[in-house]
Structures are given as structure tokens and as C-alpha cells.
């Protein structure tokens, strides 16, 4: 694959070059326009729904920059999810649908609504994400520590919410897919069919072990994350190094990504 | 190189075989590079890289068993 007269070298060149735009605008968006839609949002989100006032994380700016910017940054080939974003999305969203001018939505306007819709939208946001209502309440029900404003009376509201979401990006999807009302995919994440069959007592021995591996492997990731951020605090502080360096990482990610799939011989369709 | 959750389908794939070493270096690429992105100025989410490595770690082991145990 790799000496067939250059045509890898022009993809990549092409690819490699396609990322790097697709980050220059992304990161353009997030330094110039809405800063505070930086990172995936669960923390600001988490913040908010704890009684953290954090004004930059909710205004228009930052829902725009952070629709636009996350799709830019999936192009871009950075190591980042969609998901996370969406929860932000979704809280964006909650936090301003009490201000629709309109007569009826004035009780809403206080603190403590305010909050409950943060939570609806934000477990919205998880619900479509992954398809899973039930999850979606659970995450905003994890994430707001529940003894600061929960009530019992949210967490069916918070659930309507999910599943409402779930209904209404099945139906969308379906649409796209060209065949409406048929209620069978009801998310933007799908791992298709899997088959079940019999696990013996031995599995729950491995999955202790792949616990203990995933969760030394986290750890070391909250560690140097926490070990780099302080790091980009101190050197990166001008807005044309952030640029550079976005534009680094995505130049990095998409050659490895490249280049090792090239290098790789064997190729499986998908299903 | 595919998108995401292509990523994970592919990955539950009963037809793959003898690929371990590629998972296992697969993995070790996206794990790197999740640690060194995160951060940067970008929306950025932390959940579907976080599954992929799960799922590409589970991969492995259950190569691995397969090594160990080929029944």
C-alpha cells in the first residue's frame, strides 16, 4: 500500500490538511467568540447545578461556539468525544428556555428553577447522546450531589425530559434514515447487534482485573491531566499559542492515525 | 481513523482475529494522545475516547484469555 506511486502521500496530504483547517476554525471559535465553551463542559455544568454562579458558561456565545466547535474539533481528528458537549448543550439550552418571552414561563425565573431546567437539559443532552433515558437521569442526578437541591418531584420530571429527548432524536434519525415511525434507532451512538451467550464465574474474575486496569489507567490520566494543566496555565497564555497548539495536536493525531493505519496489512469489513 | 463509534462496532466484531498486537497498539496511540489533547482550546468531550480505550483494553484481554485458554 505504501508505493503505489504517491496517491497515499497526495490522501494524506489532502486528510492531514483538511484537519488542520478544520481545527484552525474550531479553536478560532473557542478563543475568539465563546471561551467559555472550552473543554467538554460536565465540570462548568457540574458547578453550575451545585450553586457555582458561572454566567460565561450559559450565554448565547458559548452555545454557538460550542455546537459549531465540537464538530470542527471531531473533523479535526483530536482524540475528543461529541458527548461530553452535548451535556452542555442540553444545560445551555434549559438555562434560557425560562426566559422565552412569554407570560406564562415568568414563575420559572428564579434560582432554584433555573436549576431544575439546567438538570433536565443537561440529562436531555445524555439521553441523546446515548440513546438511554434512564442513564441520562442518572447522570444529572449523579452530578448535581443530590443533597444541595434535588427533590423527589425532579427526578420524574428530569426523566420525562430524557425520554422526550430520546423520542424526539429517534424520530429525527429515522427521518434521515428514510424510514419514519418505525421507533427502532434512537441514538447517536450505536455498537449494532451483539450476541449474548452464557458467562461462566471465571468472566467476573477478569472483569475485577479489567476494573483494576481501567481504573490505575484513569488514574494516571487525572493525574497528568491535572500535571498538564497546570503546565498549559503557566506557557500557553497568548491566544496565538493556543492556536498553535490545537493546530500541533491535530497535525500529530491525524499522521498517527494515518500513518499507522497505513502500516497496519490487514483490513476486516464492518458487519 | 474511523469515526468513533465505527471504532467500537468494529471492535465487537467477531471476525477480527490475530490482531491483538494492532489493538493493543491502537490503544496505547489513543491513550497518549487523550492525555496530551485534553485540555487544549477546543470543545472537547472526554466520554467516547474514555470507551474507546475500554473497549480496545477489553479487546486485549480477551485475546489474551484466548492465548491462555484456546478452548
Same mark, same amino acid.
Given at each position: 500500500?505504501l ?23 474550531g ?12 473543554? $467538554? ?8 447545578? #451545585?450553586?457555582?454562579? +458561572? ?41 434560557? *428556555? /425560562? +426566559?422565552?418571552?412569554?407570560?406564562? @414561563?415568568? &414563575?420559572?425565573? !428564579? ?9 433536565a ?8 447522546? @446515548? ?8 447522570? *444529572?442526578?449523579? %452530578?448535581?450531589?443530590? !443533597? ?10 428530569v ?13 429525527? $434519525? ?15 451512538? =450505536? ?6 451467550f ?11 482485573g ?7 489507567l484513569?488514574?494516571?490520566?487525572? +493525574?497528568?491531566?491535572a ?6 496555565? =503557566?506557557?500557553?497564555?497568548? &491566544?496565538? =499559542? ?5 493546530i ?17 496489512? %490487514?483490513?476486516? &469489513?464492518?458487519? | 481513523?474511523n ?8 471492535l465487537? #466484531? ?28 477546543? /470543545? ?14 477489553? @479487546? ?6 484466548? %492465548?491462555? !485458554?484456546? #478452548?
Open positions: 500500500m508505493d503505489d506511486g504517491g496517491s497515499v502521500w497526495h490522501a494524506y496530504y489532502f486528510w492531514a490538511g483538511f484537519s488542520v483547517i478544520c481545527a484552525f476554525f479553536v478560532m471559535l473557542t478563543v475568539y467568540v465563546g471561551p467559555g465553551a472550552m473543554g $467538554s463542559g460536565v465540570p462548568e455544568v457540574m458547578g453550575l447545578l #451545585n450553586g457555582v454562579r +458561572y454566567p460565561k458558561a450559559l450565554d448565547v456565545a458559548t452555545l454557538f461556539v460550542k455546537i459549531i466547535g465540537v464538530e470542527l474539533a471531531v473533523l479535526s481528528n483530536l482524540a475528543v468525544g461529541k458527548e461530553g458537549p452535548l451535556v452542555h448543550i442540553g444545560a445551555i439550552i434549559g438555562a434560557m *428556555s /425560562p +426566559y422565552i418571552p412569554m407570560d406564562c @414561563f415568568s &414563575p420559572f425565573r !428564579n434560582d432554584s428553577d433555573k436549576r431544575t431546567f439546567i438538570a437539559g443537561c440529562s436531555a443532552g445524555i439521553s441523546a447522546a @446515548f440513546g438511554a433515558p434512564i442513564g441520562g437521569a442518572l447522570f *444529572s442526578y449523579e %452530578i448535581s450531589k443530590p !443533597n444541595t437541591f434535588w427533590s423527589f418531584s425532579m427526578l420524574w420530571r426523566f420525562f425530559t430524557s425520554a422526550m429527548s430520546t423520542l424526539t432524536l429517534g424520530l429525527l $434519525s429515522e427521518l434521515h434514515q428514510g424510514i419514519p415511525l418505525t421507533l427502532n434507532s434512537a441514538a447517536v451512538l =450505536k455498537f449494532g447487534e451483539i450476541s449474548y452464557d458467562t461462566p464465574m471465571f468472566d467476573a474474575v477478569i472483569a475485577i479489567m476494573g483494576i486496569i481501567c481504573g490505575v484513569g488514574a494516571f490520566f487525572i +493525574y497528568m491531566y500535571a498538564l494543566g497546570a503546565i498549559r496555565k =503557566k506557557k500557553i497564555d497568548t &491566544p496565538f =499559542k493556543k492556536i498553535a497548539e490545537v500541533f495536536f491535530s497535525f500529530i493525531s491525524t499522521s498517527l492515525f494515518y500513518w499507522l493505519s497505513a502500516a497496519c496489512p %490487514i483490513c476486516y &469489513p464492518i458487519n | 481513523m469515526s468513533e463509534g465505527a471504532v467500537i462496532r468494529a465487537m #466484531n467477531d471476525k477480527i482475529e490475530d490482531t491483538l498486537l494492532n489493538v493493543l497498539q491502537f490503544t496505547a496511540v489513543w491513550y497518549v494522545l487523550f492525555i496530551t489533547t485534553q485540555g487544549v482550546t477546543v /470543545p472537547a468531550g472526554l466520554f467516547l475516547p474514555g470507551m474507546i480505550i475500554g473497549s480496545g483494553l477489553g @479487546f486485549c484481554i480477551h485475546g489474551v484469555m484466548g %492465548i491462555i !485458554n484456546p #478452548n
